[in-house]
Nanobody, 126 residues
């Protein structure tokens, strides 16, 4: 059974950077579309970005475009969310998710992802 384990959250000052990790146990990310989501207190979970397994393209939420990027390790057993120029509005619990179906492009709909990490808290202080 494939499991996703996240790490790397924490407290950072506004303007700072943080890298989140998501490791897959029991598989690689070769055949999966990956999504990063976040949920702030009192708000619905929202997509941050996703990368398609069909063409490798990455799609960004407008709120993080130019600040957040996604990458993989060489073995594609870990995926990273690099977050720069953080603001207090980025404070949330962040989740990685994997979708095993091939779609024309990855989705921002969380219900299409069947594997989820446990979430990691990011707090950005002003």
């Amino acid at each position: 059974e494939v499991q996703l384990v996240e790490s790397g959250g924490g407290l950072v000052q506004a303007g700072g950077s943080l890298r989140l990790s998501c490791a897959a146990s029991g598989s690689t990310f070769d055949d999966y579309a990956i999504g990063w989501f976040r949920q702030a207190p009192g708000k619905e979970r929202e997509a941050v970005l996703c990368i398609s397994n069909s063409d490798g393209n990455t799609y960004y939420a407008d709120s993080v475009k130019g600040r957040f990027t996604i990458s993989f390790d060489s073995a594609k057993t870990s995926v990273y969310l690099e977050m720069n120029s953080l603001t207090p509005e980025d404070t949330a619990v962040y989740y990685c998710a994997a979708d095993g179906l091939y779609r024309k492009r990855c989705s921002f709909y969380d219900y299409l992802y069947d594997l989820w990490g446990q979430g990691t808290q990011v707090i950005v202080s002003s």
